[in-house]
């Protein structure tokens, strides 16, 4: 097929569309810039509030939707869109804006909006990015509330005669995605979005096929075409003819064969064909991926990411916000280890009541445990929220962007200090907890075996360390094929790990993308990492495949590996091990 005739995007959840496109586009009110007289002001902050009521409101009801139709987990995706409809300190910059320039209500609001959205757009943090849509679909109510104008979505497409249609829209929000007609609607193209944002993820559990970041799609995709969706691979196919679709038809028939089993790997254990064992925990970024980990089978958690309690808020967040956060989840994964790891803040990564300094390269400055360390008054909160919920449950902290041993015991320190105070004021709490680091450079490599003398275990973050490795931006698309978990360098610097952490006795986890891409993920179990924490979606299929390939045949490739001068020779080696027993299946 021609490349005009096929787009690539980001496959975000699974299966196979084939329908006549439709292109969904919102005809948005007009805000013009209206003052207002001085004895008009308090009415216009009345009148925003009331708005903010309204859509709160309008939110909480298609929460009870969704909880109806995907479930409880799924409806709180609405929780993160009624919290930032209701922002106090969002909400005090527009009141302070009505106030000080006599702006009308939807003038300061539209304003205000914009501000936030340009700062996330512009920002490397796809979590802020993910949150545009939500941002939008607050911006669309609320002006369509104050104008009295209310947003109307223009669909442009086929008659209404079309039993099925695949929706096309600039930024799919999960309040659209949740009013479609799962009968008639069977596919979802959205321009904006990644596998991390909430349509997606309300998408996935509604089980409606779907592909983002599908740049340029509107433009190319006209109303009315033809269009064949793959959710899992992320390809569109534009007009295709009777091969594509015949081939199409045999990689769904061979994918639900392959589901069938993913779904039954869920409840068997993890173990190679010739017995090695290995544990799967989960990474959880948000609160609504913690029942999907479980669904799939998860042993715990080996990242819970703490960055959604900062980013994108106002102000930073209580002992008591992080302590209720940490019991839901060690709560729900009672019996099981929960890894928490202390903040990763660093360049865009900060909330607005944060005055961070503004920084050329902000992924080789001030961030991770640089900013825990010089800011305690940000790190103790946190420390004494760990303390707490460890004190009935298998909990274990782990530090980010290690590459000091004086890191690890200043964050001891700490601890101990924070455990003391709590103990003096009665609160119950533990004593201590085990303290890990993350490993994401080659510094931290290069000093793994004085590491891991002061560590309770390791974790490597293998996003990072590949962009430290390879001195490439993994956020830059042109660099997209230069970024290579699997080079060479990147190989070694494992086995290196793996070692000291087996010299010191202690465990070595990958908690990176790695552990959730099938074949490195053999490549993990052949350097001798046998706990990888893993992205809930990608559990049963990497259970699989572990359960498939012997221990041997990963070994031998990764031995292999540690020789090979170019990426694509370790790819080889992993293909050549992999196939034989996954083609067999």
């Known amino acids: 097929m021609s490349a005009q005739r096929m787009i690539k995007g980001i496959g975000v959840s699974p299966g196979v569309a084939y329908a006549p496109a439709v292109v969904v586009r919102w005809d948005l009110p007009d805000v013009p810039d209206r003052e207002v007289g001085a004895a008009e002001v308090e009415a216009e902050v009345a009148r925003l509030r009331a708005a903010v009521q309204e859509t709160v409101a309008a939110l909480e009801q298609l929460q009870e939707r969704v909880k109806e139709r995907a479930g409880v987990e799924e409806s709180r995706i609405f929780e993160a869109q009624v919290m930032l409809a209701q922002d106090p300190d969002f909400l005090r910059s527009v009141e302070h804006l009505i106030r000080k320039n006599r702006l009308s209500a939807e003038t300061a609001f539209e304003y205000k909006a914009l501000e936030i959205r340009n700062l996330w757009a512009n920002s490397s ?72 944002s909430h349509a997606a993820i309300l998408a996935h559990s509604l089980g409606i096929p779907a592909v983002m970041g599908a740049s340029g799609a509107i433009d190319r995709i006209k109303p009315g075409t033809m269009v064949l969706l793959d959710g899992q691979a992320g390809t569109l196919h534009l007009d295709p003819g009777p091969i594509e679709l015949e081939d199409a038809r045999v990689r769904l028939s061979r994918r639900q064969k392959t589901e069938l089993e993913l779904e039954a790997a869920i409840s068997q254990p993890a173990e190679s064909p010739d017995g090695r064992r290995y544990v799967l925990l989960g990474n959880v970024d948000l609160p609504e991926e913690i029942q999907p980990a479980l669904r799939h089978g998860a042993s715990g958690v080996g990242l819970l990411r703490t960055e959604f309690l900062v980013t994108g808020r106002t102000h930073l967040p209580t002992e008591e916000e992080q302590y209720a956060y940490f019991r839901r989840v060690t709560e729900a994964f009672a019996g099981r280890p929960v890894v928490i790891r202390s903040f990763d803040l660093g360049g865009d990564k900060f909330p607005a009541a944060f005055h961070a300094p503004h920084e050329p390269n902000p992924f080789l400055g001030w961030r991770s445990i640089r900013v825990c360390l010089d800011e305690p008054d940000l790190f103790r909160p946190q420390l004494r929220a760990v303390l707490r919920v460890a004190v009935d449950r298998d909990v274990q902290l782990m530090l980010p962007l290690v590459m000091e041993v004086d890191e690890v015991l200043e964050t001891k320190r700490l601890l101990a200090e924070e455990a003391d105070r709590l103990a003096a004021a009665g609160v119950r709490a533990a004593r201590t907890v085990p303290v890990g680091v993350m490993i994401e450079t080659p510094a931290a490599v290069a000093l793994a075996d004085q590491l891991a003398r002061v560590s309770a275990f390791f974790s490597v973050g293998s996003n990072d360390l590949t962009q430290y490795t390879l001195a490439v931006d993994r956020g830059n698309a042109r660099l997209a094929e230069r970024f290579a978990p699997h080079h060479p360098a990147v190989v070694r610097q494992l086995a290196r790990v793996v070692q000291a952490g087996a010299d010191a006795g202690i465990s070595v986890s990958v908690c990176g993308e790695m552990a959730s891409e099938p074949l490195t993920a053999v490549l993990l179990a052949g350097l001798g990492f046998t706990t990888l924490s893993v992205a809930p979606p990608a559990l049963p299929l990497v259970k699989w495949v572990l359960r498939s390939v012997p221990y041997a045949a990963a070994r031998a490739a990764a031995t292999a590996a540690l020789d090979a001068s170019a990426p694509r020779e370790v790819l080889a080696l992993l293909q050549q091990a992999a196939d034989p027993y996954l083609s067999r299946r």
């Open 125 to 196: 943090s796809t979590r802020l990015r993910d949150r545009l849509a939500d941002l939008g679909a607050i911006q669309i109510r609320m002006l369509g509330i104050l104008t009295g104008k209310p947003a109307v979505a223009v669909w442009s497409g086929p008659s209404d005669g079309a039993e099925q249609v695949i929706v096309i829209t600039h930024e799919l929000s999960p309040g659209l995605t949740v009013q479609l007609d799962r009968d008639h609607v069977v596919g979802l193209i959205s321009e904006e979005g990644t596998r991390t």
